[in-house]
């Protein structure tokens, strides 16, 4: 089981992995906490788009299921609303009624139900940072975390997924100074590399997992 927050997030977090198992005959269940309905539309092609930009969670949905049948996997919607990445400074509130601001409980009430159902050997999930500072992410791992700790959650083994890869990769791509003098670079990709490996940044050794994403 491979919990995610959003619509297409089991597509760039793990989906190799999943593949992986599912091509070993191994049941895989993808759980979307969120329907996506505050995402970004990234793909330049696609910006400005007056259906998409008016019907987001549809064609969000439509990847969804194209998602689902490329992967081979099993999906349940959680059915939790989007709370979007708030930006600014002062970041805004987050809207009312959504992923990020459900009572803990509430929401992992409804992982358990879902656990009990497909009986997982293994969840995954975020790190208690979401992977990235989406409140979405780091409620999802809140929420999975918290639906483990269940007493009523049948003797599954969770293994936390930590989202190494992509850093890995990011980490090869820079040049040599990033990890001889880190203190040079103040973008956003390094804020990311110190959360992460803290003063750790020039010993940590990268864990690449043998199943590389793609
Ligand atoms: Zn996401």
Redesign the pocket.
């Given at each position: 089981m491979c919990v995610?927050?959003?619509p297409?997030?089991e597509s760039s977090k793990g989906a190799a992995t999943m593949a992986k198992y599912v091509y070993e005959g191994v049941d895989v269940l993808v759980v979307t906490c969120t329907g996506?309905e505050r995402?970004s539309v990234l793909n330049p092609k696609l910006q400005g788009d007056p259906y998409i930009e008016e019907h987001i969670h549809e064609v969000r949905a439509k990847e969804m299921d194209e998602a689902r049948q490329i992967l081979g996997v099993k999906q349940s919607w959680l059915g939790f609303v989007d709370s979007g990445l708030p930006e600014g400074d002062p970041l805004p509130p987050l809207p009312a009624g959504c992923f990020a601001l459900q009572d803990v409980d509430v929401a992992a009430g409804a992982l358990v139900k879902l656990i009990r159902e497909f009986r997982p050997h293994v969840i995954t999930t975020y790190d208690e940072n979401g992977g990235y500072p989406?409140p979405?992410?780091v409620k999802t791992h809140e929420v999975t975390v918290e639906a483990f700790d269940d007493p009523d959650v049948p003797g599954v083994t969770c293994y936390i997924a930590r989202a190494r890869t992509e850093l890995a990769m990011r980490v090869r791509s820079l040049s040599g100074a990033v990890r001889d003098d880190p203190e040079r670079l103040k973008d956003e990709m390094v804020r990311t590399l110190r959360r992460y490996f803290g003063d750790t940044i020039n010993k940590r050794p990268i864990i690449v997992p043998y199943v590389m994403e793609v």
């Open positions: 995610h927050a959003h297409d997030d996506g995402g989406h979405d992410h």
